[in-house]
């Protein structure tokens, strides 16, 4: 039989941080929801748990002893390891952080689990220390004030060469239009669909692309910040998911001048793209037709790095790519999964949704982004079922623009938030003609109040390990 101690180092601190962050991250309710807790019994499971806040008086229950409660319910062993992380509020700026136990919950949590660790903020990343360790100690409040940029359990609120902080753009504006607007249910979209129709060739990357480049107020470009977290000493040998059009690779590739680059990607026409477009290089580069859960053409043990960039919502088996990409990973390798926060791109989804009301669409067109599937939400929970360790690295922006054509060329790379992409002949060109013209003038209805339309980016990274 295995012990409690060897459970327990089964699941990093790290690991479970990373689950706390993600589960309070999809639950958070300004003043009802704040802290979300993961507990792990003797048998590796994990029970959840969330703050209860009440908005009379003073009444509130923590997450860890609901985390508690619901791991007696299951009938679970004793408990061996809990993490608890705080989300900030709309005021607050920095990212989620790990939290210590009140005294009560110390006491609770010791009553019925007297071996248990807690996971705390280190040095070095999050820790876990006996929770009986803490009880000679004072509580110490986790709140932070208004602009002051903590350092943060997954090293969110970073800073530019400079030194100046990251922007960040999240307001209470945009959470009430997210809160009022994105839904919960999201489009799933076919393999076949995004190789024979959404991705046919490299016009709709390039036209986000281009959006991107022209239109951000973050001074520092996205690809800056995937290379910063790729960690790149010039020599690696990279694997590409779902290389695109080859846009990420040609930015990157100066940073493996003595390296080797692998693109792998389903669709054959945007795969050209991309070899034409880093055609002539020195850099050793392959590009490679496939889906990225068969990796079954790579040795185990074959790359340094491994991306994957805004692309594992597409993968039929996305638990099989993530056990491949770690088989073919180097012991000391390093994945990168970027994908977006499900409210990124908010204020787009409020005029596509505004449009398609006036229009009297389908409700199977309400949908938020196939992202969903995987996204900075929950990505946490799906990556540390495979690897050891998982870091966020979350990332903002704000495009901004100052005429609604340029806007229009953009919402159409998004083949009009996926409703193009359905390959539905009740949606025919005179639906999107309309669906255009709508969308177009409450764009120019902002623009013509506050100078631009504002589209806002929440994004970022996990590194894995």
């Known amino acids: 039989m295995i012990g409690p101690a060897r459970r327990r180092a089964a699941t990093a601190p790290a690991q ?23 507990l792990v019994d003797a048998d ?49 700026t920095g990212g989620p952080r790990l939290v210590p136990p009140c005294g009560l919950c110390r006491e609770i949590l010791l009553d019925h689990a007297p071996d248990i660790h807690v996971v705390l903020a280190g040095s070095d990343g999050p820790t876990a220390v006996p929770l ?15 602009n002051h940029t903590p350092t943060t359990l997954h090293q969110e609120g970073t800073t530019m060469d400079s030194g100046i902080p990251e922007p960040d753009f999240r307001t209470a504006e945009v959470d009430d239009v997210a809160d009022r607007v994105i839904p919960d249910e999201h489009f799933t979209l076919s393999t076949e669909d995004a190789r024979d129709t959404y991705l046919a060739d490299r016009r709709v990357l390039d036209a986000k692309q281009l959006a991107h480049n022209r239109y951000r107020t973050n001074p520092r470009a996205l690809v800056d910040h995937l290379r910063e977290h790729l960690d ?4 690696e040998e990279l694997l590409d998911l779902g290389c695109g059009n080859g846009f990420v690779l040609e930015h990157l590739r100066p940073h493996l001048a003595d390296g080797r680059i692998v693109g792998l990607d389903i669709a054959p026409g945007i795969l050209a793209a991309a070899a034409a477009r880093l055609r002539g290089v020195a850099t050793d580069c ?22 994957a960039n805004y692309m594992m919502h597409y993968v039929p088996d996305i638990a099989r790519a993530l056990a491949e990409t770690r088989r073919v990973l180097r012991p000391d390798g390093r994945f990168l999964l970027t994908t977006d926060n499900v409210r990124s791109l908010v204020e787009m989804y409020d005029v596509h949704f505004t449009a398609l009301r006036a229009m009297g669409a389908p409700e199977g067109l309400f949908e938020a982004s196939p992202k969903g599937r995987v996204s900075l939400d929950n990505g946490g929970v799906v990556l540390a079922e495979h690897f050891d360790t998982v870091e966020l690295h979350t990332w903002q922006d704000q495009l901004r623009f100052a005429e609604a054509e340029p806007f229009l060329d953009f919402y159409a790379g998004h083949n009009y938030m996926c409703a193009a992409s359905l390959n539905d002949p009740d949606l025919d060109e005179a639906f999107f003609t ?32």
């Open 286 to 307: 392959t590009w490679v037709q496939g889906s990225a859960d068969d990796l079954s053409r790579f040795d185990t043990d074959s790359f340094d790095r491994v991306m």
């Open 434 to 465: 309309e669906l255009r013209n709508r969308v177009r003038a409450l764009v120019q209805a902002a623009i013509t109040e506050r100078g631009h339309f504002a589209v806002t980016k929440f994004t970022g990274a996990f590194v894995c390990s």
């Open 44 to 92: 590796g499971r994990h029970h959840h748990g969330l703050h209860v806040e009440a908005t009379i008086g003073r009444a509130s229950l923590c997450a860890e002893p609901v985390a508690l409660a619901n791991a007696v319910l299951a009938g679970a062993p004793p408990a061996v390891l809990i993490a608890a992380v705080r989300h900030p509020k709309p005021t607050e």
């Open 232 to 235: 790149l000493t010039g020599t």
């Open 16 to 38: 479970l941080a990373a689950a706390a962050a993600a589960l309070i991250a999809a639950h958070y309710v300004v003043e009802r929801h704040q802290i979300g807790a993961v």
């Open 132 to 146: 009986a360790d803490l009880l000679p100690h004072k509580y110490v409040g986790t709140k932070w004030a208004r």
